[in-house]
């Protein structure tokens, strides 16, 4: 064995999935393919419960510096404020039942350059240049084989994980069931020069598709697939972007130049186990849909914060029975949730009269303020709630759901003093609020060796006096400050993440 656990590529989900380890105690190594950052814009920033989950670890700030462009780069481009549903843009974060809660706007490189130094701060190991081909597993551990510079080389470990994106090597190597539905359209983006662009109607719906443009800019959204390359990887051309855009805009614009460009699709797949065996997937790996509404790097780093743990837990000998089983038991559904929503979208883009009427009814819908939370909940993740067997019906309304960034009064180890939660857990480390004195912290005595103990007088919610809080941030119990706090849901909730006490 080289290390605990191999992860394979070392995109956003990947980085961060090392970095979770590394804090719980794991040793990973990271196999990347490429050997310089790739550059390239995909996402422009990353929604409330992933900014909240780096914010955990340390990084709010350095992420916070970049949202005053993205912003501006994003109210350019969509020409709104509001988020949107299928390019309806109504989603008001004013009107959102959290309005406190928010994602970062952070260019992807961006936010890859801060993980990749926060990784290595950490001390993981990323090896670059090392190109999967192959893997096997046994009862024992996993064997990657990789192309690397110094020729081919073999890593074992006890686990392996596939962060390696939506065409997934590790994925196909281990097995896994890919199902889905196949694309019904193709985004295109690129920088181009034009020839007519007067011609071109304005941003937004056509006959024939969505049309986007600025100037050096344009995308499309067009549901004729006739001239797709067989070959998803090559590159777009000049050809095939003008193609489209006369198609979608229904002008004889002429490309004349094209620059850096992105062909996706809308297909929507998901496998069907986020593990098997020893190997696991996180991230695009494990599920892939079209871009609309910005969720694929908050899914897949949220993945990541749920298994760093887990899979940490489990290398150290120290992880309860079914612990890494919860990974998917908690993921698949979240994953599930946004291809639907994806699917939704792109029904509701597609061109033709009966889509316009449909989508006027959505988008005056959309004007009544609990339906617009509806949109809100969902597409930003806020709605996300895991069941856990444990948990009670009448369960806390947090329970099961990812804290917010409560402010507590609190006496730590060094102070007592008005702080926020995040600037406690930067270590990672399961966390018990719990007030001085209070009989939650009894109960809570034969795992004390194991949690972060903050003893909080106030927090600034009136329905909470306790809680649980696991590493990834997710509420594992609490109690209101009326009721008399429930000793055994607690103790449950104790000895299902962190096992039996000592
Ligand atoms: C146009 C576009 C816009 C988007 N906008 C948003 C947005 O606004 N918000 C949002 O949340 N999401 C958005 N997304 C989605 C987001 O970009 C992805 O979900 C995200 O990149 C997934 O991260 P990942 O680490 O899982 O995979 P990737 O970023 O694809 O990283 C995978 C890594 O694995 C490496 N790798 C692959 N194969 C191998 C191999 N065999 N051996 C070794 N290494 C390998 C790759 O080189 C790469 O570094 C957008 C996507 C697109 C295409």
Redesign the pocket.
């Known amino acids: 064995m080289t290390t605990d656990v191999l992860v ?7 980085l961060l999935l090392a970095a979770e380890l590394r804090l719980a105690g794991a040793s990973p190594l990271v ?4 050997t310089a950052p ?1 550059g390239e814009r ?6 409330p419960l992933a900014a909240e989950a780096l914010q955990r670890r340390g990084l709010g700030p350095l992420l916070a510096a970049h949202h005053p462009r993205g912003d501006a780069e994003r109210a350019a481009d969509h020409g709104s404020e509001k988020h949107h549903f299928a390019w309806i843009h109504k989603i008001d974060p004013a009107l959102q039942e959290e309005p406190g809660r928010r994602g970062v706007l952070i260019r ?1 490189p961006d936010l890859e350059a801060i993980l990749r130094e926060y990784a290595a701060g950490l001390g993981v190991a990323v090896r670059n240049g ?4 192959a893997l096997a597993q046994d009862e024992e551990g996993v064997t990657v084989t ?1 192309d690397t510079p110094g020729g081919i080389r073999r890593f074992r470990a006890p686990y392996a994980v596939g ?7 590790v994925r196909k190597l281990a097995g896994f069931e890919f199902h889905g539905t196949p694309p019904t359209m193709i ?1 295109r ?1 690129a920088e181009v020069d034009l020839e007519g662009a007067e011609s071109l109607p304005p941003s937004g719906r056509t006959p024939a598709g969505t049309l986007f443009h600025t100037p050096g800019l344009v995308g499309t959204f067009d549901f004729d697939l006739g001239d797709a390359p067989a070959d998803r990887t090559a590159p777009v051309t000049r050809e095939e972007m003008q193609a489209s855009l006369r198609r979608v805009s229904g002008t004889r614009v002429t490309v004349t130049r094209i620059g850096s460009a ?1 062909r ?1 699709s809308d297909h929507a797949r998901q496998v069907s186990t986020y593990r098997r065996g020893r190997v696991l997937l ?4 494990a599920h892939v849909h079209s ?1 609309n509404g ?7 780093l949220m993945d990541a914060a749920n298994l760093g743990w887990k899979l940490a837990a489990e290398v150290r000998g120290e992880a309860p029975e079914g612990l890494l089983d919860s990974y998917t038991r908690e993921r698949r559904p979240v994953g599930a949730a946004v291809l639907h929503n994806t699917r939704a979208q792109s029904a509701l883009m597609r061109p033709g009269p009966h889509t316009d009427a449909l989508r006027d009814i959505v988008s005056d819908l959309m004007d009544l303020p609990e339906v617009n939370r509806y949109f809100g909940r969902m597409m930003s993740g806020l709605a996300t709630r895991y069941t856990f067997p444990y948990m009670p019906s009448d369960a806390h309304p947090l329970v099961g759901r990812h804290c917010p960034d409560l402010e507590l009064a609190a006496v730590t180890p060094r102070a007592s003093r008005t702080v926020r939660l995040s600037r406690l857990t930067p270590g990672g480390g399961t966390v018990l609020l719990a007030p001085a004195g209070s009989r939650v912290l009894a109960d809570a005595a034969p795992w004390q060796d194991r949690l972060a103990i903050v003893e909080a007088s106030r927090v600034d919610r009136d329905d909470l006096s306790a809680a649980l809080i696991r590493p990834d941030g997710v509420v594992a119990w609490a109690a209101a400050p009326d009721l008399s706090p429930d000793g055994s849901a607690l103790t449950a909730a104790l000895g299902t993440w962190l096992g039996a006490p000592h």
Request: glycine share 24%; proline share 4%.
């Open positions: 394979v590529g070392a995109g956003p989900v990947g196999l990347e393919q490429s790739s995909r996402a422009r920033g990353v929604g992807q090392h190109v999967v081909t990789a962060c390696d994106g939506g065409r997934s090597t985004a983006h992105l996706v996180a991230g695009d790996a871009p910005g969720q694929g790097l908050n899914l897949g």
